[in-house]
């Protein structure tokens, strides 16, 4: 038995061949183009519109362009698109050319007898074809092209079929092999057109096959595997990642986590070749020996010292970078502050990635810290003395700490926030900002600017079991938080209703309920960041739980980019809009949750609640909240449950609930400094109707910055 290679010289099964391969890689590359982000939402966040325009606005747009460069995935996309292309050419070829279908050699059709043909009936029909198909019965025809030869071959296929079903040994070639000469041999048909295979082209597929086969699979192949293997599912390397983690300290602050990230060896890739050493110098003398009115003077002594004791010169030159953007220090050299800008991207990725490292040692502060860089990155502030108005146009530092000399916030701990600022009167506001030397119609942009900042202000939150009216050791606890989007300034906000801050659960089975509120997601307005080289996006607010007391994460961040209620409308024109559409917000009470397990014992347990945002400096909220978990089995609870939950919405309105037989507690409100206590509240009786979603603990809470 021989082997017997057949090519295929018309070009009949290549396209088949090609069309099947490149399949298999165009598909999953469009599917991952595709696929829908995790978080749908319904509607485009709109931006924020305002005139103003930063100076180095042409080394930030360059940047910007090339990150939005770098999310639309051009390389993927064009080889996605190239491979429709191939696939459709294919199935044009696979179309026009002609096949030729292989033909099964069958005794049946070649006698023309019925598959149930006695064998007397077989006898038959062979004798008489014998009379006229016999080579000594047949003359050539050269009229149809009949030759001595074909007239023979048809006269053997006809003894073959008559021999396959009479002679046991033919008949049984022929059930085995297909064939009454009994085994064939081996054929070997490949997908490739003749022109490829013809006399002389054989260097040449011998050189596309070295190529695609020796040199391109396992290139491609090894890229992939070791790029899989070098990074963390973070999409970070895993040398960065080691590196930070020796960087982690169980305190830490948001400067402390800049240097940690600096180690990263993702800045080797943007500072390589003569970018690691050009510029340090610079650097240096602008950061490590700053004037006083420089704005690298903010920098604390132990950040200084931090950097001056790097030896490695792109880890210093990351570093130094980073504070230069920080802290909005101008470079004279051009290259420098391009590359300035251009650290900042991967910066966010790292700080998000140093994140999940704190994650897993539990402890708040460094959490805290990489929250506070991220916002710090975003709105290009330094990341340990932080001026929250400094997110507003045309406000310096110098301007800022007049309006706080004025106001006597500087003998303060915290900054003036812009809540703080836009809450003081129209006149007196305008009067700070002339005497701080800012004009009136850069104070009118700021202040457009600023009631357009989307500012989650929390307005109650509370522990629920779904379905029922307990909070028992073990069950699936959900944390609500009740919040409204009232940006800084806005004037005549409507009073909350009680059914607003209510959280009722579905109908059980109702599927359509569920799906609406996956599906109705809504996003904030893209974070104003005058300043930032990153690509715009939307803010996203991070809830946890944290143990106050051993200073550890009780409960995991939970990420919201999207909400249940739309946060703002667009309106036409606006004072300091360009006549663009000017965002106003809806006043809609949206839901937050998070859920997670109860602790396995009853009794009372105090969470520190952090709601920090990621886009913006001074709009974090913290407050207390208490957790009760009853008792198996024991009465009462859910009495003392509704008596908390009643006090607690009757706080929130401004209300008294009736007198009766059992004290409620006392609930603190805080807000900066300033600690106003609520009147003792007395509960009514047990028979008030509660609503089925309220089935919580009572919630101490304090309004952040």
């Not at 101008?330 to 650290?343: G, Q, R, T, V």
Request: aromatic share 8%; hydrophobic share 40%.
């Amino acid at each position: 038995m021989s082997s017997e290679y057949n090519y295929d010289a018309d070009a009949q099964f290549f396209p088949f061949f090609v069309l099947t391969i490149t399949a298999l890689l165009t598909l999953p590359l469009t599917y991952t183009l595709l696929r829908a982000p995790a978080s749908t939402t319904t509607g485009k966040a709109s931006p924020i519109a305002s005139p103003y325009t930063p100076d180095n606005a042409d080394v930030i747009d360059a940047q910007r362009a090339k990150q939005k460069r770098k999310e639309r995935r051009l390389k993927r996309i064009l080889a996605a698109a190239v491979g429709w292309a191939t696939m459709a050419y294919m199935v044009y070829l696979m179309s026009v050319t002609a096949r030729t279908a292989p033909v099964i050699w069958n005794p049946y059709d070649i006698l023309d007898v019925g598959l149930s043909a006695s064998e007397k009936q077989i006898n038959s029909r062979y004798r008489r074809l014998s009379v006229t198909m016999h080579p000594d019965k047949r003359q050539p025809n050269a009229a149809s092209n009949q030759t001595a030869e074909l007239i023979n071959d048809e006269w053997v296929e006809i003894v073959k079929a008559y021999k396959a079903l009479t002679d046991d040994d033919v008949r049984s070639n022929w059930i085995q092999y297909g064939n009454p000469d009994g085994k064939q041999s081996t054929s070997f048909g490949i997908a490739l057109p003749h022109f490829l295979v013809a006399p002389g082209s054989g260097k040449f597929v011998l050189a596309l096959y070295g190529l695609l086969l020796g040199i391109g699979l396992p290139w491609f192949v090894g890229t992939w595997w070791y790029g899989m293997q070098s990074k963390t599912k973070e999409r970070v390397l895993v040398t960065s990642a080691g590196n930070m983690f020796k960087e982690y300290r169980e305190r830490m602050d948001a400067a402390d986590v800049a240097a940690a990230v600096s180690s990263a060896m993702e800045f080797r890739q943007v500072l390589h070749g003569a970018k690691e050493h050009s510029g340090l110098e610079t650097l240096d003398k602008a950061l490590l020996q700053p004037s006083e009115d420089s704005a690298a003077s903010d920098m604390a002594p132990k950040d200084r010292k931090a950097l001056a004791d790097l030896s490695d010169p792109v880890r210093r030159k990351t570093l130094a970078l980073l504070w230069a953007y920080l802290t909005r220090l101008p470079l004279p050299d051009k290259a420098l502050e391009a590359e300035k800008y251009d650290l900042v991207p991967t910066a966010l990725q790292l700080t998000e990635a140093f994140r999940h490292i704190t994650l897993a040692y539990g402890f708040t502060a460094p959490l805290l810290a990489t929250f506070h860089l991220s916002q710090s990155l975003t709105q290009a502030l330094p990341p340990t003395d932080r001026l929250p108005l400094l997110q507003l146009p045309h406000f310096t530092p110098a301007i800022i700490r007049r309006i706080e000399q004025t106001t006597a916030t500087a003998s303060k701990a915290d900054h003036t926030s812009i809540q703080t600022f836009m809450a003081l009167p129209p006149e007196q506001r305008q009067a700070l900002a002339q005497a701080a030397g800012l004009t009136n119609d850069r104070l009118k942009t700021a202040e457009h600017v600023a009631r357009q900042l989307p500012f989650l202000k929390v307005e109650a939150a509370f522990f629920k079991v779904q379905g029922e009216k307990y909070i028992l050791p073990s069950s699936l606890v959900q944390f609500v938080v009740k919040a409204r989007f009232l940006p800084p300034g806005t004037p005549n906000i409507p009073a909350l209703k009680a059914q607003d801050l209510l959280d009722i659960d579905p109908a059980e089975g109702d599927m359509l309920a569920h799906q609406k509120q996956e599906l109705e997601q809504h996003p904030a307005p893209l974070i104003y960041a005058p300043h930032s080289p990153g690509a715009e996006r939307s803010p996203r607010w991070h809830v946890f739980l944290a143990d106050q007391r051993q200073g550890k994460i009780a409960v995991p961040p939970f990420t919201f980019a999207a909400f249940d209620k739309r946060p703002f409308s667009i309106a036409v024109g606006g004072a300091g809009g360009a006549g663009q559409g000017v965002l106003e917000p809806t006043f809609e009470v949206v839901t937050l949750k998070m859920q997670f397990q109860a602790p396995p014992q009853a009794g009372e347990y105090r969470f520190q609640m952090q709601v920090l945002c990621d886009g913006f400096v001074g709009f974090d909220h913290r407050g207390e909240v208490v957790l009760v978990v009853e008792e198996m089995g024991r009465g009462g609870g859910g009495r003392r449950m509704r008596l908390a939950s009643r006090m607690r919405m009757a706080v929130l309105q401004g209300k008294a609930t009736a007198k009766g037989d059992q004290r409620a507690p006392r609930v603190k409100r805080v807000r900066g400094e300033e600690e106003e206590e609520e009147s003792e509240f007395e509960s009514g009786t047990d028979e008030d109707e509660e609503s089925e979603g309220e089935t919580d603990t009572d919630t101490d809470s304090s309004d952040g910055e």
